[in-house]
Nanobody, 124 residues
Framework: QVQLVESGGGLVQAGGSLRLSCAASGRTYSRYYMGWFRQAPGKEREFVARISSVGANRYYADSVKGRFTISRDNSKNTVYLQMNNLKPEDTAVYYC?????????????????WGQGTQVTVSS
């Protein structure tokens, strides 16, 4: 069982930065690949970034590539999402998720555990 708690969301002007954190409980955290997803009002949940269990492989949605960076610190059971040059279209609730398996995935259905989400609002 893994419990996930996101933090770090807030209101920021376009061009600004935020760093989201996702703290995980459970001794097996390091076995999971981790992902960040987001959901804007009236839209489906979409993939943002994912990272393998030991952090060797990272993947990003095209819409955030070059602006967002996912990382993890397994000694702290925490995964991060550094978001730079934020745009109004990045406004959404951001969720972290943990998945098991040999390879990470961009599909929400492939994740086993989810956090409660943190709101990110980017003003123009």
């Amino acid at each position: 069982q893994v419990q996930l708690v996101e933090s770090g969301g807030g209101l920021v002007q376009a061009g600004g930065s935020l760093r989201l954190s996702c703290a995980a409980s459970g001794r097996t955290y390091s076995r999971y690949y981790m992902g960040w997803f987001r959901q804007a009002p009236g839209k489906e949940r979409e993939f943002v970034a994912r990272i393998s269990s030991v952090g060797a492989n990272r993947y990003y949605a095209d819409s955030v590539k070059g602006r967002f960076t996912i990382s993890r610190d397994n000694s702290k059971n925490t995964v991060y999402l550094q978001m730079n040059n934020l745009k109004p279209e990045d406004t959404a609730v951001y969720y972290c998720a943990a998945g098991s398996g040999m390879t990470s995935s961009a599909r929400p259905d492939d994740y086993d555990y989810w956090g409660q989400g943190t709101q990110v609002t980017v003003s123009s």
